[in-house]
């Protein structure tokens, strides 16, 4: 055995910095031009000054400081422009946080099993409604209503090959439905490919081997079959969910999803276009016998059968890195959905010589049934959630427990919204001078039930006006009552009026952050129930609101029409705003990155609920970060301070949770600016809430947590109960000089979220925290020849620039 190097001495110690919301360079978080990339890719790298490259070798340069490196990751979120298009699959992503906000659970239930597959459900329905919307412009719209009326065929030159009055080969109603088919068909396979391709670019890294925590300790991460939502939480059983060693590797559960998602997507295509031949088959015999038609139902009923198998069957598998992949249902379930629906295409096309399209095509109950599942699986998650809140009511949590079924809702809105807008728009434009749906149009336009879910869109945004109304009121009260306790604060005998109301408003405006549940939950509320009207509106009148209440008295005519119309610019503005607004990015740097900040927060969570949600940075950044602080303090047995800011913070906290025990006591948790308990403690309970951060607390070396009054973001970590060193300093002084004086001749900025580290507090905290890891820690001297710097030891050592 080679001899242990000489007795403990303080160094060396690093600090590893890791940016928040918006992200930032390496020149920017290292204050420096010039940067050298130690080890990484050009999507996320770590970075260090290009003297400090050496710093292991030099240890006398640090006595006074730390080592300073940077993890920059906001690539991973505001890169290049193709990015921006992500807003097109907002619905997604947000449904797939509704799986993430489930209430905290202290024993393995089936409730918390059945949340998991109610949100897979409604993730599902969301994917059907997308392919739904898109068969209803390009195979209702355009192939069966524009292209079978002469009077809007004439008007489209580009549809002249498709019209009904040209008897061309393509005018028959079924060929028209199977070349208009391939739209929605190429939608699936894009969004088929994109999710494949972002999980290989972001969410197939996989931990260092060994750096994972030790030991299961009996964590329940999932039962034999995987299904890790079934898991009991960390408080009671020793590993935080966060902490386990598949977390953050769910490459088997997103692989199912998305073959399940992508078949969905073919067999609703398939059943648009099948499901009109058959029911003309049925209702005039001719030249195709209608068994054919009656076979190709039946598949469909059991490929969805199938479908819904897969969603519901597993969940995610946690306990373990888990390698396996369903290769046989990857393959075989979207193509077998593939080939049924090149099979409905050749039904659809083959002859029939009588049929006429009239009307709008069979099947826009469809878009009521996808509705109204929607809001019955809803209301199924909150009445589960409500259950798992009272089992263990957390008074932190928001809405409750409901803040699940209410963002899932809100996503189910979201995509009403955008579906029904392209469907609303497309059918004006075809239509030219008329209005789809009342008297004199051409075409009768897109379902009735899209026209009643626009008309209530006013009124949502009329119910918005007052809890908007009352924050606001709430907001001067509160910053006329902080105005005195400021001018105390900073000692003031000649107080400065609009100096202390700048402070005081700022304050009160961070706090809004706090009474978000009070927007949120009745926005979701009052969506639900006008969501519920609109379906009985269009059921029950079978007419565009403005026809339906035809009859019912000037006024109520006159709201009816206007509350339609109204409805459907909004629809259609809100539409082409997120077009617009993805344009902007993919050419404005500033725009891509505010998209970013967006992303910073929404995808976080893994891919649980939704396979084409927008990838998981997390799944990328915490192996990224547990795996350079095993390796660094492995090889030098020094001590390491994570320091994270906003979002950052919360991915070294995830990272720290990762950790191995030996390594976590040479580690150090400073966090500033973070969200980790004001908004991921109340609205991601079961993985933020009291029980995980108090594990947290007490498995990590120390921990210090920095936060300011004027900040919107950041809080406090709500552990001052805990027993050992306290976690929490705060409120920081902002600004650090009220007024003018010698030593600060201008006026000192209210930083808010930003520069933590411009007040003196951020380096005396890192000193003492370094100080608390104690001494560098004896480790074997290297044989001869052998390399002593981390960066010899495999990394790139490449510059970024």
């Given at each position: 055995?080679?001899?242990?190097?000489?007795?403990?001495?303080?160094?060396?110690?690093?600090?590893?910095?890791?940016?928040?919301?918006?992200?930032?360079?390496?020149?920017?978080?290292?204050?420096?031009?010039?940067?050298?990339?130690?080890?990484?890719?050009?999507?996320?790298?770590?970075?260090?000054?290009?003297?400090?490259?050496?710093?292991?070798?030099?240890?006398?340069?640090?006595?006074?400081?730390?080592?300073?490196?940077?993890?920059?990751?906001?690539?991973?979120t505001s890169g290049n422009g193709s990015r921006a298009l992500w807003l097109l699959l907002l619905p997604f992503m947000v449904v797939?946080?509704?799986?993430?906000?489930?209430?905290?659970?202290?024993?393995?239930?089936?409730?918390?099993?059945?949340?998991?597959?109610?949100?897979?459900?409604?993730?599902?329905?969301?994917?059907?409604?997308?392919?739904?919307?898109?068969?209803?412009?390009?195979?209702?719209?355009?192939a069966w209503q524009c292209a079978g009326a002469p009077d809007c065929s004439d008007r489209r030159s580009w549809l002249g090959f498709?019209?009904?009055?040209?008897?061309?080969?393509?005018?028959?109603?079924?060929?028209?439905?199977?070349?208009?088919?391939?739209?929605?068909?190429?939608?699936?396979?894009?969004?088929?490919?994109?999710?494949?391709?972002?999980?290989?670019?972001?969410?197939?890294?996989?931990?260092?081997?060994?750096?994972?925590?030790?030991?299961?300790?009996?964590?329940?991460?999932?039962?034999?079959?995987?299904?890790?939502?079934?898991?009991?939480?960390?408080?009671?059983?020793?590993?935080?969910?966060?902490?386990?060693?598949?977390?953050?590797?769910?490459?088997?559960?997103?692989?199912?999803?998305?073959?399940?998602?992508?078949?969905?997507?073919?067999?609703?295509?398939?059943?648009?276009?099948?499901?009109?031949?058959?029911?003309?088959?049925?209702?005039?015999?001719?030249?195709?016998?209608?068994?054919?038609?009656?076979?190709?139902?039946?598949?469909?009923?059991?490929?969805?059968?199938?479908?819904?198998?897969?969603?519901?069957?597993?969940?995610?598998?946690?306990?373990?890195?888990?390698?396996?992949?369903?290769?046989?249902?990857?393959?075989?379930?979207?193509?077998?959905?593939?080939?049924?629906?090149?099979?409905?295409?050749?039904?659809?096309?083959?002859?029939?010589?009588?049929?006429?399209?009239?009307?709008?095509l069979p099947g826009h109950l469809a878009f009521g049934v996808i509705t109204l599942a929607q809001v019955l699986l809803v209301l199924?998650?909150?009445?589960?959630?409500?259950?798992?809140?009272?089992?263990?009511?957390?008074?932190?949590?928001?809405?409750?427990?409901?803040?699940?079924?209410?963002?899932?809702?809100?996503?189910?809105?979201?995509?009403?919204?955008?579906?029904?807008?392209?469907?609303?728009?497309?059918?004006?434009?075809?239509?030219?001078?008329?209005?789809?749906?009342?008297?004199?149009?051409?075409?009768?336009?897109?379902?009735?039930?899209?026209?009643?879910?626009?008309?209530?869109?006013?009124?949502?945004?009329?119910?918005?006006?007052?809890?908007?109304?009352?924050?606001?009121?709430?907001?001067?009260?509160?910053?006329?009552?902080?105005?005195?306790?400021?001018?105390?604060?900073?000692?003031?005998?000649?107080?400065?009026?609009?100096?202390?109301?700048?402070?005081?408003?700022?304050?009160?405006?961070?706090?809004?952050?706090?009474?978000?549940?009070?927007?949120?939950?009745?926005?979701?509320?009052?969506?639900?129930?006008?969501?519920?009207?609109?379906?009985?509106?269009?059921?029950?009148?079978?007419?565009?609101?403005?026809?339906?209440?035809?009859?019912?008295?000037?006024?109520?005519?006159?709201?009816?029409?206007?509350?339609?119309?109204?409805?459907?610019?909004?629809?259609?503005?809100?539409?082409?705003?997120?077009?617009?607004?993805?344009?902007?990015?993919?050419?404005?740097?500033?725009?891509?990155?505010?998209?970013?900040?967006?992303?910073?927060?929404?995808?976080?969570?893994?891919?649980?609920?939704?396979?084409?949600?927008?990838?998981?940075?997390?799944?990328?950044?915490?192996?990224?970060?547990?795996?350079?602080?095993?390796?660094?303090?492995?090889?030098?047995?020094?001590?390491?301070?994570?320091?994270?800011?906003?979002?950052?913070?919360?991915?070294?906290?995830?990272?720290?949770?990762?950790?191995?025990?030996?390594?976590?006591?040479?580690?150090?948790?400073?966090?500033?600016?973070?969200?980790?308990?004001?908004?991921?403690?109340?609205?991601?309970?079961?993985?933020?809430?009291?029980?995980?951060?108090?594990?947290?607390?007490?498995?990590?070396?120390?921990?210090?947590?920095?936060?300011?009054?004027?900040?919107?973001?950041?809080?406090?970590?709500?552990?001052?109960?805990?027993?050992?060193?306290?976690?929490?300093?705060?409120?920081?002084?902002?600004?650090?000089?009220?007024?003018?004086?010698?030593?600060?001749?201008?006026?000192?900025?209210?930083?808010?979220?930003?520069?933590?580290?411009?007040?003196?507090?951020?380096?005396?905290?890192?000193?003492?925290?370094?100080?608390?890891?104690?001494?560098?820690?004896?480790?074997?001297?290297?044989?001869?020849?052998?390399?002593?710097?981390?960066?010899?030891?495999?990394?790139?050592?490449?510059?970024?620039?």
């Open positions: 055995m080679p001899p242990a190097t000489q007795a403990p001495s303080p160094g060396p110690a690093l600090e590893l910095l890791v940016h928040g919301v918006g992200g930032a360079t390496p020149q920017e978080m290292l204050d420096d031009p010039r940067v050298v990339r130690i080890t990484g890719d050009a999507t996320a790298a770590v970075y260090r000054r290009p003297g400090d490259t050496d710093a292991e070798q030099h240890p006398e340069r640090y006595r006074d400081r730390p080592i300073e490196e940077a993890y920059c990751w906001s690539n991973l797939n946080l509704a799986h993430w906000m489930r209430p905290t659970a202290r024993a393995r239930t089936r409730a918390v099993r059945l949340y998991g597959v109610l949100v897979r459900l409604l993730a599902l329905s969301l994917t059907i409604l997308l392919t739904a919307a898109v068969c209803e412009v390009a195979l209702d719209l355009t498709l019209s009904s009055a040209q008897g061309g080969w393509w005018s028959q109603p079924g060929r028209r439905l199977a070349l208009a088919a391939l739209v929605p068909t190429a939608l699936v396979g894009l969004l088929w490919f994109l999710s494949n391709r972002t999980w290989s670019a972001y969410e197939s890294q996989r931990p260092l081997t060994g750096s994972g925590p030790g030991g299961d300790a009996g964590d329940g991460a999932g039962d034999g079959t995987g299904d890790g939502e079934g898991a009991s939480e960390p408080a009671a059983q020793g590993r935080p969910a966060l902490g386990r060693p598949g977390f953050w590797y769910g490459r088997r559960l997103v692989a199912r999803l998305r073959a399940a998602h992508t078949a969905a997507g073919f067999l609703t295509v398939a059943a648009f276009v099948a499901g009109a031949a058959a029911r003309h088959d049925r209702a005039a015999p001719g030249p195709v016998p209608d068994v054919f038609g009656r076979l190709i139902e039946a598949a469909l009923v059991a490929g969805a059968l199938v479908v819904l198998w897969v969603v519901c069957r597993r969940g995610r598998s946690e306990r373990r890195l888990d390698n396996r992949l369903d290769r046989a249902l990857v393959t075989y379930l979207p193509g077998a959905a593939l080939a049924l629906l090149v099979l409905a295409g050749g039904y659809a096309a083959w002859s029939r010589p009588g049929w006429v399209s009239t009307g709008a199924l998650l909150a009445g589960v959630a409500l259950g798992l809140y009272r089992r263990t009511p957390e008074p932190r949590t928001v809405l409750h427990g409901l803040g699940g079924p209410v963002v899932a809702m809100l996503a189910c809105a979201l995509g009403g919204v955008m579906t029904g807008g392209v469907a609303q728009r497309v059918a004006d434009w075809l239509d030219g001078s008329g209005t789809p749906g009342t008297a004199g149009a051409v075409i009768e336009g897109p379902p009735v039930l899209l026209s009643w879910q626009a008309a209530v869109i006013p009124v949502l945004l009329a119910l918005l006006v007052i809890p908007a109304l009352l924050l606001l009121v709430r907001t001067w009260l509160t910053a006329r009552a902080l105005e005195p306790g400021i001018d105390r604060e900073y000692g003031k005998e000649r107080r400065d009026p609009a100096r202390t109301r700048q402070i005081a408003r700022i304050r009160a405006a961070a706090a809004l952050t706090d009474s978000a549940p009070a927007i949120v939950g009745p926005v979701a509320g009052a969506t639900l129930l006008l969501g519920a009207a609109a379906v009985w509106g269009a059921w029950a009148g079978g007419e565009v609101p403005g026809v339906a209440l035809k009859g019912s008295g000037p006024f109520v005519e006159g709201v009816a029409e206007a509350a339609q119309s109204t409805g459907s610019w909004l629809i259609g503005f809100g539409f082409i705003l997120f077009v617009t607004w993805g344009r902007r990015a993919y050419r404005d740097a500033s725009a891509r990155r505010t998209i970013g900040i967006l992303w910073d927060v929404g995808t976080f969570w893994p891919r649980a609920a939704h396979p084409f949600a927008p990838p998981c940075y997390a799944e990328r950044a915490v192996p990224d970060l547990v795996s350079r602080m095993s390796g660094w303090t492995g090889l030098t047995g020094g001590r390491l301070v994570i320091s994270g800011h906003s979002q950052g913070s919360v991915l070294a906290a995830s990272a720290v949770w990762q950790l191995p025990a030996r390594t976590r006591s040479r580690v150090a948790l400073l966090t500033y600016g973070s969200p980790i308990e004001r908004l991921y403690g109340r609205w991601f309970p079961a993985y933020f809430g009291p029980g995980p951060l108090h594990g947290l607390h007490r498995t990590v070396n120390c921990w210090r947590n920095l936060w300011r009054a004027t900040d919107p973001i950041g809080g406090r970590a709500g552990l001052d109960e805990a027993p050992g060193p306290p976690v929490d300093r705060g409120p920081l002084k902002d600004p650090l000089v009220y007024g003018r004086t010698p030593e600060h001749p201008l006026p000192e900025p209210v930083l808010g979220h930003f520069d933590y580290q411009a007040d003196p507090v951020f380096a005396e905290e890192r000193t003492a925290l370094l100080d608390r890891l104690g001494p560098l820690l004896p480790r074997q001297a290297a044989p001869d020849g052998a390399s002593k710097s981390p960066r010899s030891q495999g990394s790139s050592g490449r510059s970024s620039g």
